[in-house]
């Protein structure tokens, strides 16, 4: 099974099994290729399988990585592994990895020998279906997370969905509050399906249809907005409030978990401000109750909104949001006053009840 998308004029593959369409990728460049991957062991496996069939593979060069080591010394270390490997500015180099991986290894590939072209395979069900669309790269510095990066297109991405029988539950789940935020910007099917699957064990989803359909909403935004000037920032709906989340509880509430405590949040707001209705709300809440995503936290309210004060979302001294407005239908840039942020994170921290509205 293998289903493509050129929404951004290179292929995405979504496949069972990458190894085909990677060696046909291969193939058809003619070139001569390095494998850069995650060296958590069963990624590394994934990469040396790959590679073991690739034509003309100068070999797998295994990258510690973790968000601890997104940084610029993992890419001068990359630069010097792929030259002691012999790779040139004529090397196809393709990244295995999750969304780590994909920003660290495609900045290193933007800037080896001022860039070599990277083909990227997705190994985490979040480089499916977020990190790996749209040609962000980049690292973070003490200052701040993605800090030093660039927009750089990879030159084909495939979603290798075998890799996930490996991926651990809680990145599983990182990656569907990705999916819940992508369904309610397209809404329809896209919210309904995942609605249907929700009950399911994830051993029976149909991951090619759900990762698939995924790319095709961020796909379609990054479309019509490559640098981000407008319509692309809906993509960060929930995530001032999971930025903030996570930051407040010293990076305790992991970002999936942060995301889904941020879709509660962001609709309470848009609730309270005349946008969504409750029964919208009220479906977004029970389809992440039903994944097992946290919906409340012990973060106080003011922590959170120290947090976000401090978020560079800010300007002109009011907080700016994304906020829905129906499912499949989203607005970024809405002012909100203070007080009314301040209320909806004091919501937060307790379970949804009657009083939510
Ligand atoms: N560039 C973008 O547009 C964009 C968008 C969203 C997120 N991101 C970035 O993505 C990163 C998060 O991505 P992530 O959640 O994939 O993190 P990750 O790459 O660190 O992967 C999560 C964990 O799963 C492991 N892993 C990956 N694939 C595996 C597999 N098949 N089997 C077993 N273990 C596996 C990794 O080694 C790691 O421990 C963040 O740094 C974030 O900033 C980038
Ligand atoms: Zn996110």
């Known amino acids: 099974m293998v289903i493509g998308n050129d929404t951004l004029g290179y292929p995405i593959l979504v496949c069972e099994n990458a190894e085909p369409s990677?060696?046909?990728?291969?193939?058809?460049?003619?070139?001569?290729?390095?494998?850069?991957?995650?060296?958590?062991?069963?990624?590394?496996?994934?990469?040396?399988a790959l590679a073991a069939r690739l034509p003309r593979c100068l070999g797998v060069l295994p990258i510690a990585l973790g968000e601890p080591r997104k940084r610029l010394a993992t890419v001068e270390a990359i630069a010097d592994a792929l030259l002691a490997?012999?790779?040139?500015?004529?090397?196809?180099?393709?990244?295995?990895?999750?969304?780590?991986?994909?920003?660290?290894?495609?900045?290193?590939?933007?800037?080896?020998?001022?860039?070599?072209?990277?083909?990227?395979?997705?190994?985490?069900?979040?480089?499916?279906?977020?990190?790996?669309?749209?040609?962000?790269?980049?690292?973070?510095?003490?200052?701040?997370?993605?800090?030093?990066?660039?927009?750089?297109?990879?030159?084909?991405?495939?979603?290798?969905?075998?890799?996930?029988?490996?991926?651990?539950?809680?990145?599983?789940?990182a990656g569907l509050a990705e999916a819940v935020k992508h369904a309610i910007l397209a809404g329809g099917e896209s919210f309904d399906m995942l609605e249907m699957l929700a009950p399911h064990r994830f051993e029976r989803w149909p991951w090619g249809e759900v990762v698939a359909r995924s790319v095709a909403i961020k796909a379609a935004v990054v479309r019509a907005d490559r640098e981000e000037r407008g319509i692309r920032a809906t993509l960060n709906l929930g995530h001032t409030f999971a930025h903030a989340y996570e930051s407040a509880s010293g990076y305790r509430i992991a970002h999936g978990a942060a995301v889904a405590l941020g879709l509660r949040a962001a609709g309470l707001l848009a609730l309270r401000g005349g946008l969504f209705t409750r029964e919208a709300h009220l479906r977004v809440l029970a389809l992440l109750?039903?994944?097992?995503?946290?919906?409340?936290?012990?973060?106080?309210?003011?922590?959170?909104?120290?947090?976000?004060r401090g978020d560079k979302k800010r300007r002109d001294g009011s907080l700016?949001?994304?906020?829905?407005?129906?499912?499949?239908?989203?607005?970024?840039?809405?002012?909100?006053?203070?007080?009314?942020?301040?209320?909806?994170?004091?919501?937060?921290?307790?379970?949804p009840g009657d009083a939510e509205h």
């Open 22 to 48: 990677l060696r046909a990728f291969v193939r058809a460049r003619g070139r001569r290729c390095v494998v850069l991957a995650d060296a958590q062991p069963d990624v590394a496996a994934r990469a040396r």
């Open 85 to 173: 490997a012999g790779a040139d500015r004529a090397t196809l180099a393709i990244g295995v990895g999750g969304g780590v991986a994909n920003d660290t290894f495609g900045l290193a590939a933007a800037l080896f020998m001022r860039g070599v072209t990277y083909a990227h395979v997705a190994t985490s069900l979040l480089a499916m279906l977020d990190a790996s669309i749209g040609g962000k790269v980049g690292v973070d510095t003490p200052a701040g997370k993605n800090l030093v990066g660039r927009f750089s297109d990879p030159v084909a991405v495939f979603a290798d969905l075998q890799a996930l029988r490996t991926l651990p539950f809680r990145e599983i789940r």
């Open 289 to 308: 109750a039903l994944l097992g995503m946290p919906l409340s936290t012990r973060v106080p309210a003011d922590a959170a909104l120290a947090a976000m």
């Open 320 to 351: 700016r949001f994304v906020l829905p407005d129906e499912i499949g239908l989203v607005h970024a840039d809405v002012r909100v006053p203070d007080a009314r942020v301040r209320s909806v994170l004091h919501a937060m921290e307790a379970p």
